[in-house]
């Protein structure tokens, strides 16, 4: 495990901070989670005003009331930022938001030495209407259960974040003598994949990646579709145009043909590269989802029409899932769910935490599908024949709402 420097707060996030105020008011330090996110003015009226009133309090020589007031300031000051940043977002969707969700989210992000606080006053998007009822069946239904927010730094923030990326690179280099240290510069760091920065903060946060270098490499060779296009469509365009028929994917026995391998590997071809880091720079993307730690058997899946009668567990295989209509969070939500619902360095706290079980994702290679599921030894980022039949699970995501700063061309709900 490899955690690189602890995060430190800049002079303005130690002032504008409510849990740094906390500390500074009780001589203990601000918790991990909130040591680089700046939080509101409005924030830290309230927690000064409650500790005006703790003060108050004992001066007049109510100490059981000054100690109530302290052991309730968490709490407020936690839940007035998580309201304001609620404010940031679109008014449109603000009702399907919970704000500790969001604020945790945003402080899972700001975290550790690669920390970032997501900006999320720059974003403008429109609800359709088709995906408002699709969203309020899902949270009906239990299909949805709340939201997982994914976010990168902007250039400014990864400037700042270059020394700790050295910092990660020295740390392996203690660890393993014979790797190759990486010298990175702002140019060559805005190369690396989406996928090997959101694994990168995972581990700067303290958090396991098993068999990591293997992973990084193999995960970094998978594609999804861009601009928010869902993956089975995908699937159901190249068997059209190949002259196929979604049919002849499985045989008699159910396992999935030569006909399926050809539309597969022709998806895959026609998919671009996976993003790099500089080509999300300053985005956030929200869509909604399972985001139980452990996705249960019982679990509704849902299509974009609504409810599924694929089961979850034995039986249902990636490609089920694409003759289906059914679209996976994509490996990058994968590991923004890590980020947000874990304890970094508690793998006991991962995302699908039962090893017979994985969790079947969004991203393709030439020949297999991603999935991912959490051992003892760390997060598990794996690959899959997409016939392979298994005890499985999916988190189906709706209403995945791309967030890019305004002026730019793509803010849209797909």
């Known amino acids: 495990m490899l955690a690189g420097e602890p995060a430190r707060p800049t002079a303005e996030a130690k002032n504008r901070n409510v849990f740094m105020l906390l500390g500074a008011a009780s001589g203990g330090d601000a918790p991990k989670s909130a040591v680089r996110h700046t939080y509101s003015a409005e924030a830290e009226r309230i927690v000064r005003a409650e500790l005006e009133r703790s003060a108050a309090a004992l001066e007049a020589g109510a100490s059981e009331d000054a100690r109530a007031i302290m052991e309730s300031l968490p709490a407020k000051g936690a839940r007035a930022e998580g309201e304001h940043l609620l404010t940031l977002l679109p008014k449109s969707i603000q009702p399907y938001i919970s704000p500790e969700q969001l604020l945790r989210s945003v402080e899972s992000f700001a975290d550790g030495s690669l920390g970032f606080d997501p900006d999320l006053t720059r974003v403008s998007f429109d609800l359709p209407p088709e995906k408002e009822r699709l969203l309020n069946l899902g949270l009906a239904s239990g299909a949805l259960t709340?939201?997982?927010?994914?976010a990168y730094p902007s250039r400014e923030d990864l400037a700042r974040l270059l020394p700790a990326f050295d910092a990660q690179e020295h740390q392996r280099l203690i660890g393993n003598a014979t790797y190759r240290k990486k010298a990175y510069t702002l140019e060559t760091l805005e190369q690396i994949s989406v996928t090997e920065f959101a694994l990168r903060h995972f581990e700067a946060r303290g958090g396991r990646i098993y068999c990591r270098d293997t992973r990084i490499a193999t995960w970094a060779l998978t594609r999804w579709p861009?601009?928010?296009?869902?993956?089975w469509k995908?699937?159901?365009e190249t068997t059209k145009r190949l002259k196929i028929t979604v049919a002849s994917w499985f045989d008699e026995d159910g396992c999935t043909t030569s006909d399926?391998?050809?539309v597969h590997e022709a998806v895959y071809r026609g998919l671009p590269p996976q993003q790099t880091l500089g080509d999300v720079l300053g985005t956030v993307e929200l869509a909604?989802?399972?985001v139980a730690q452990e996705v249960s058997a019982s679990a509704i899946m849902l299509t974009d029409t609504g409810?599924?009668?694929l089961p979850q567990g034995k039986g249902t295989n990636f490609a089920r899932l694409m003759e289906s209509g059914i679209t996976p969070m994509n490996p990058p939500q994968f590991l923004a769910l890590a980020t947000t619902i874990a304890t970094p360095d508690n793998p006991s706290t991962y995302p699908a935490p039962?090893?017979?079980?994985?969790e079947w994702l969004a991203g393709i290679t030439p020949t297999s599908a991603a999935c991912g599921n959490s051992l003892s030894e760390g997060l598990n980022l794996d690959r899959d024949a997409p016939g392979t039949v298994g005890d499985d699970r999916v988190r189906a995501v709706v209403a995945q709402l791309t967030l890019l700063p305004v002026g730019s061309s793509a803010n849209r709900a797909d």
């Open 260 to 262: 399926f391998a050809e």
């Open 307 to 309: 409810e599924s009668a």
């Open 226 to 231: 861009r601009e928010g296009k869902a993956l």
């Open 146 to 150: 709340g939201f997982v927010l994914t």
């Open 354 to 358: 039962n090893w017979r079980t994985w």
């Open 288 to 290: 909604f989802t399972n």
């Open 234 to 236: 995908t699937y159901a």
